[in-house]
């Protein structure tokens, strides 16, 4: 065997390209080694790549996107996208951005006026100072995820966080080989954390809690006493903070009001409908802005030139455009609250944030993986299983409200008739 495989790959390496299509298909036949779909080898594939579990909503909306490319009307309240076009204010400040060359790589940590919008937009808004130099720019709030538990973990050191949860949080820790230690949250208590919990699961090996207000997939905000609180237990905390500006009660909290031991995660994605333009940011205690922006230079270089100058536009000129959305997303809300509760799906904490409803199936269903399916299939509604969100979501389904009334009703209406005749 491993005359052969020197044998092929001396020739792989003098040969052509038509050599080397013959011999590596030579290689397969004598190795028995099973050639993946997409052309490469499956035992080459590593454990960090085979572990990753799918991120089940994107899997939903790409079967959603099957049906209705073979002409069937599909109604989306599965994904996570605001249904309104990015404000004009900030397409018009990219395409100066790119008429006036903006056009090359930018400094690693971003474009310092972006980074000065920044520190405004968290003074403005929360009372709270942070310099450009605590900021990195990255391409969505994705990146700064990985660059803060790539910065924090070393493997095996583990990071709290609640049950539900948004999905790709546990994904990204044990991807960096860290654990996700979690903490069940409940619906009747509004599924906010409490502290008590999270301290009883404090280990030597804690590097961090994260959380997430408004969150998602809950849509509940945390109380300013119980970020307090949490900010006290002395582990730093992790914000992700991407649905601020999407609050229809009461106010979001910066987890900087309470402490400077926290990092924080943000995003232009859900408030200013930009998730196609793939830009984000975090905020850190200053010692570890240096180690981060290390692994951004290695890993992304810098975030999008012109995207960073339409992030200014947006942090200084599109309030009235995010108050306008938020207006809208608020009527839908209530409607969708209202429709959930006379199809039986309850709801015993109302959402007052970002634009998901976790609907409770528990009656009908324990299974929230095929229903999500067999709803989309039967019906043509795409919704999201809350298993998703973790094991305490199963029994859930979540509803985003980020689509219109009328094609809500028309959707609710039709999860309706799928209930009843279960
Ligand atoms: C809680 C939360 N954090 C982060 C993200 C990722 O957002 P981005 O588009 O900025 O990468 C999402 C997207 O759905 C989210 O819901």
């Known amino acids: 065997m491993t005359f052969f495989r020197t044998f092929c790959i001396n020739a792989l390496l003098t040969g052509g390209i038509e050599d080397v299509t013959f011999n590596l298909d030579f290689l397969d036949a004598i190795t028995n080694r099973i050639k993946t779909k997409d052309g490469g080898w499956s035992d080459m594939i590593t454990d960090r790549a085979k572990d990753i579990p ?6 939903v909306l790409e079967k ?4 209705e490319r073979k002409g069937q009307r599909i109604i989306h309240l599965e994904v996570g996208e605001p249904d309104f076009d990015t404000p004009s204010c900030i397409k018009d400040a990219c395409l100066k951005a790119m008429k006036d060359g903006k056009t090359h790589y930018t400094h690693s940590l971003g474009v310092m006026e972006l980074r000065e ?3 405004e937009h968290y003074f403005n808004k929360y009372g709270v100072t942070v310099a450009p130099d605590q900021i990195i720019v990255t391409s969505g709030t994705s990146p700064a995820m990985l660059l803060i538990f790539a910065a924090i973990m070393n493997g095996g050191d583990e990071i709290i966080i609640s049950d539900p949860h948004y999905a790709c949080y546990p994904n ?3 991807f960096l080989d860290g654990v996700a230690v979690r903490v069940n949250v409940y619906e009747e208590e509004g599924f906010q954390y409490t502290p008590e919990a999270i301290q009883s699961k404090i280990t030597k090996r804690t590097r961090g809690v994260m959380i997430n207000s408004p969150s998602n997939p809950t849509g509940n905000l945390l109380s300013p006493e119980r970020m307090a609180a949490i900010a006290a237990l002395g582990v730093p905390v992790i914000s992700d903070e991407i649905y601020h500006g999407l609050v229809y009660e ?3 909290h910066s987890i900087l009001e309470f402490t400077d031991n926290a990092f924080v995660i943000n995003g232009f994605s859900k408030t200013y409908a930009m998730t196609g333009w793939r830009l984000g940011y975090l905020i850190a205690p200053r010692e570890y802005i240096r180690p981060m922006q290390k692994i951004q230079q290695n890993l992304f270089i810098s975030a999008n030139a012109f995207v960073q100058w339409a992030g200014i536009a947006a942090l200084r000129e599109a309030a009235a455009d995010v108050e306008r959305m938020k207006k809208i997303y608020d009527e839908r809300r209530r409607f969708m609250i209202k429709r ?3 199809i039986g799906l309850g709801i015993r904490v109302e959402p007052t944030g970002a634009f998901y409803i976790l609907g409770n199936i528990k ?3 324990a299974d929230s993986y095929k229903t999500a399916f067999d709803i989309l299939t039967a019906t043509g509604v795409g919704v999201t299983p809350g298993i998703d969100f973790g094991t305490n979501c199963e029994g859930y389904l979540r509803f985003s409200y980020a689509n219109s009334i009328e094609n809500m009703a028309e959707g609710l209406d039709k999860i309706e008739q799928y209930f009843r005749h279960l």
């Open 117 to 119: 919008a920044i520190c």
């Open 250 to 252: 009461g106010k979001e």
């Open 54 to 59: 799918p991120f089940i909503v994107m899997d």
């Open 172 to 174: 990204f820790i044990r």
């Open 64 to 67: 959603a996107q099957e049906m």
């Open 340 to 342: 959930l509760r006379e």
């Open 363 to 365: 009656s009908f269903s």
